[in-house]
């Protein structure tokens, strides 16, 4: 009884304070929260240009939430859930919502099917995720992949049409509900495939070329704040195009690997 007693009065003291380094992360995805429902939000009142501003938002800060956790050593399980379920809404719901209002509306029975498929897998991929981080550590050459598709990549490939049409106008092709059904549903089966895709969480820069990665990265967000439609387009359809590239790296260092062992 002693022992019980002991326990709940510890968990009220960690209950009263708890250090800033743990609340700012959960703070960044809660702003990622914001930037999906928004998304939301816009794609209701037609507003898609808006829509898909706040998904890449959503992106930035959902890039930024993990990487301040690991600056401050403020991961927590909390911190975890909640990253996910912001996930879930910002590059599942929001890009869904998105997708439907501009163009699938008009496509019987099927539209909404496809919505709800991309956001089924959207959530099968995270929980996938989360499944694997309590499981026991994958092979040394899955490091600087991710399995399948990750989520802010997989919202921007299943939203390229909507960005592509605000450059191309008059190109009606970019509204055609089985190109955008078609374009759904291979994002979503890549979503919750085991391709191997490019991860830069563990990659490391020489120091000689830190101050051209400055440059290039300030070129390139100057060119997304002057031209953004062009720019973030570009970038979608580089990833998808180095998707086979990652899977042939991956199978090079998993062959490198099982050859030293």
């Known amino acids: 009884m002693e022992n019980i007693n002991a326990k709940i009065q510890v968990s009220k003291q960690k209950l009263k304070s708890l250090p800033i380094r743990k609340i700012v992360p959960n703070i960044v995805t809660m702003l990622a929260v914001c930037a999906g429902v928004t998304s939301i939000r816009y794609s209701m009142s037609g507003s898609f240009s808006k829509a898909v501003i706040c998904i890449f938002l959503a992106a930035f800060f959902d890039m930024l939430d993990g990487r301040v956790a690991r600056m401050l050593k403020g991961s927590t399980k909390f911190g975890a859930e909640l990253d996910s379920l912001s996930d879930f809404v910002s ?39 989360n499944t694997m981080l309590e499981e026991e550590p994958m092979e040394p050459y899955w490091q600087n992949f991710f399995v399948g598709v990750p989520a802010p990549a997989a919202a921007a490939l299943g939203i390229l049409p909507v960005m592509l049409s605000f450059e191309l106008e008059e190109c009606e092709i970019l509204r055609s509900n089985w190109l955008c059904s078609i374009l759904f549903f291979v994002v979503a089966m890549l979503m919750i495939s085991r391709i191997p895709t490019i991860s830069t969480k563990h990659m490391k820069i020489p120091t000689y070329m830190v101050a051209p990665v400055f440059i290039v990265v300030v070129f390139v967000a100057t060119l997304v704040l002057s031209q953004p439609w062009t720019v973030l387009s570009s970038l979608t359809i580089l990833y998808a195009l180095i998707i086979p590239l990652g899977i042939m790296r991956f199978l090079k260092a998993k062959k490198t690997y099982r050859t030293k062992i």
């Open 91 to 129: 590059f599942g719901v929001a890009p869904a919502i998105l997708m439907y209002k501009w163009t699938l509306f008009d496509f019987p029975k099927f539209g909404w099917f496809f919505c709800l498929l991309f956001a089924i897998c959207m959530a099968m991929r995270l929980a996938r995720f």
